[in-house]
């Protein structure tokens, strides 16, 4: 990379992560997002905050940023990875590479439709999809319950919509319910086979490819529990050779270019490994790569190694401190408030925790900027 920058799409806590990596190999990271988020926080990174644009007007930014300075692109959320595709060509034209996935190739991670065809036409272990007609009814045929509701394009239209990222119905009439949720939200559902009821592990594989290089790493999801359907807050780094072989696997077969989390599901009653999604992008527990010494950003930039340190595939635990203190204490899901974990396993794990979503040492104000927030929340929230 000629020009030795970074441009970052999104300003998110992913986000935050990759500029992070992007200094501790001496790249210059810039970030730019239509949205406030943590990382624009940050001390290491240069910022283009687009408030209020449309797609339009960030699009000739980012022509006007790749003409004065080039360098790399890189998108850090699904809105993000959406527009890249849209604007690929001319994106293309003016940046010395971009960091992502050919269009096929996201366009197949993304869809969550071609997604589970891709899986069963490969011979992927992945949840059964099934088919839901005009009325938004399955054939009796098809109900083999418990079944798995999910929106069409992910967790951000989930949540942009209030709904959750997925949910697990029982029977006819709870399904019937559920897709109405979706209908009244305009959010396209799928149906899959849920694996809910066979006692599941969690696992994350972080990976980046490059032609024949690749580096990758497992994680496991402590919390929240997999029957949530929740992003992971606190996370460790577990090595687990069939979990990763899996991913490593399936990279090679779609040719993938980027880096990528593969998650997938470990039914304890039956041993075998399932295929969930693919986010085709830097993710939210993105800071255990360059803990573990997995540079993943090295691998696509082939920058010179900076600060090498051994590869670790155990003994580092990722903490996203608000959010985890969300799914153990709020009267909703708290774990710890309801019992389902003791006050003293919970205190212990945030004693063994030692990689952090926004703290770090050398970058300390996305930390106390998110702090500030979340203290102003609670107050907020005690006067109405």
């Not at 891709?118 to 009814?137: M, S």
């Not at 900027?369 to 006067?383: E, H, L, N, V």
Request: charged content about 20%.
């Amino acid at each position: 990379m000629s020009s030795g920058r970074l441009i970052i799409l999104g300003a998110s806590v992913t986000a935050l992560a990759v500029v992070r990596n992007a200094a501790a190999i001496n790249v210059t990271p810039v970030l730019l997002d239509t949205r406030e988020g943590v990382a624009f926080r940050s001390s290491l990174a240069q910022s283009v905050y687009c408030n209020g644009y449309n797609d339009s007007e960030v699009l000739r930014t980012l022509l006007e940023l790749g003409q004065t300075g080039a360098g790399a692109l890189i998108a850090t959320s699904d809105r993000w990875i959406d527009f890249l595709i849209i604007n690929r060509t001319q994106l293309e034209q003016v940046f010395d590479s971009l960091l992502q996935a050919s269009n096929d190739v996201l366009s197949i991670c993304t869809d969550k439709l071609r997604f589970a065809h891709w899986c069963d036409e490969n011979n992927v272990a992945a949840p059964h999809l099934y088919q839901v007609d005009e009325r938004g009814l399955l054939s009796e045929a098809e109900e083999h319950y418990p079944l798995l509701v999910r929106p069409y394009k992910g967790v951000m239209n989930a949540s942009a919509h209030g709904l959750p990222k997925a949910i697990e119905v029982v029977d006819r009439v709870a399904l019937q319910q559920c897709l109405k949720k979706f209908r009244d939200a305009q959010v396209q559902p799928i149906v899959t086979q849920s694996l809910l009821d066979l006692d599941l592990t969690q696992y994350s594989v972080g990976l980046a490819r490059n032609g024949k290089r690749m580096v990758s790493f497992v994680a496991e999801k402590l919390r929240p529990v997999a029957n949530q359907c929740a992003v992971g807050c606190y996370v460790a780094l577990r090595e687990n050779p069939a979990v990763e072989k899996l991913a490593r696997d399936v990279a090679d077969h779609l040719d993938y270019f980027g880096i990528a989390e593969f998650e997938i599901l470990h039914a304890k009653k039956t041993g075998k490994n399932y295929l969930i999604e693919i986010n085709a992008r830097p993710w939210i527990q993105y800071e255990l790569g360059l803990r573990s010494g997995h540079d993943l950003l090295q691998v696509l930039l082939n920058t010179p190694a900076c600060n090498v340190s051994p590869e670790k595939k155990s003994g580092i635990y990722w903490l996203d401190f608000n959010d985890d203190l969300f799914n153990c204490f709020s009267r909703s899901v708290g774990i710890v408030r309801k019992g389902e974990v003791s006050l003293f396993r919970y205190l212990v794990s945030l004693l063994r925790a030692n990689a952090f979503a926004k703290w770090h040492l050398r970058d300390q104000r996305p930390f106390w900027w998110a702090m500030g927030r979340s203290i102003s929340d609670i107050f907020t929230r005690g006067r109405r």
